[in-house]
T-cell receptor, first 112, second 114 residues
Framework: DAKTTQPPSMDCAEGRAANLPCNHSTISGNEYVYWYRQIHSQGPQYIIHGLKNNETNEMASLIITEDRKSSTLILPHATLRDTAVYYCIVRVKGAAGNKLTFGGGTRVLVKP | DAGVIQSPRHEVTEMGQEVTLRCKPISGHDYLFWYRQTMMRGLELLIYFNNNVPIDDSGMPEDRFSAKMPNASFSTLKIQPSEPRDSAVYFC????????????FGPGTRLTVL
């Protein structure tokens, strides 16, 4: 699986959009970008994933650059409950590549 | 569905004792994963099963660790004998074979080995 690089931490104001970057310059054509988050003392939680098109769901939006070497997770209106560690993971989608390799993630602190 | 269920939620034991962690995956899920999380090493995959068969155990740290999945609704992770460096939070997760392949994590078991 391609390695990802994320900033170790960032702060965000409550009610504002949080933009979380992720670099994955060695991503392969069949690798997807997945985002998970881990709220303190809980298990990780799936947020969103994508291949090359931008994706949106009820939790967040995922913007993938045209060359697919980087992506941004957007939390449109951050709340205090969004304080968590956010993990960007790149992996092949399918039975043979069902493993998740977690890096250090970005520790996001949403401030009132 | 109740989600992934793990027991116990907390376990405190003494060095040398056997520890058994339990997991009940979400019904209908084909994959089951065991992870360990520590401050030093982060979140690591230990082993995963597909249809109750171990597929990849390369993350199991040593022979003191063993995992079984006797049926589709139950798995155990055993440490024998336990050591203080095994202190960590152990997560179980499950997922389907097809579709999004998102993994659903349990609440974890916090293990402390004295």
């Amino acid at each position: 699986d391609a390695k990802t690089t994320q900033p170790p931490s960032m702060d965000c104001a409550e009610g504002r959009a949080a933009n979380l970057p992720c670099n994955h310059s060695t991503i392969s054509g069949n690798e997807y970008v997945y985002w998970y988050r881990q709220i303190h003392s809980q298990g990780p939680q799936y947020i969103i994933h994508g291949l090359k098109n931008n994706e949106t769901n009820e939790m967040a939006s995922l913007i993938i650059t045209e060359d697919r070497k980087s992506s941004t997770l957007i939390l449109p209106h951050a709340t205090l409950r969004d304080t968590a560690v956010y993990y960007c993971i790149v992996r092949v989608k399918g039975a043979a590549g069902n493993k998740l390799t977690f890096g250090g993630g970005t520790r996001v602190l949403v401030k009132p | 569905d109740a989600g992934v269920i793990q027991s116990p939620r907390h376990e405190v034991t003494e060095m040398g004792q056997e520890v058994t962690l339990r997991c009940k995956p979400i019904s209908g899920h084909d994959y089951l994963f065991w992870y360990r999380q520590t401050m030093m090493r982060g979140l690591e995959l230990l082993i995963y099963f597909n249809n109750n068969v171990p597929i990849d155990d390369s993350g199991m740290p040593e022979d003191r660790f063993s995992a079984k999945m006797p049926n589709a609704s139950f798995s155990t992770l055993k440490i024998q004998p336990s050591e203080p460096r095994d202190s960590a939070v152990y997560f179980c997760a499950s997922s389907r074979l097809a579709g999004v392949l998102e993994q659903f994590f349990g609440p974890g078991t916090r293990l402390t080995v004295l």
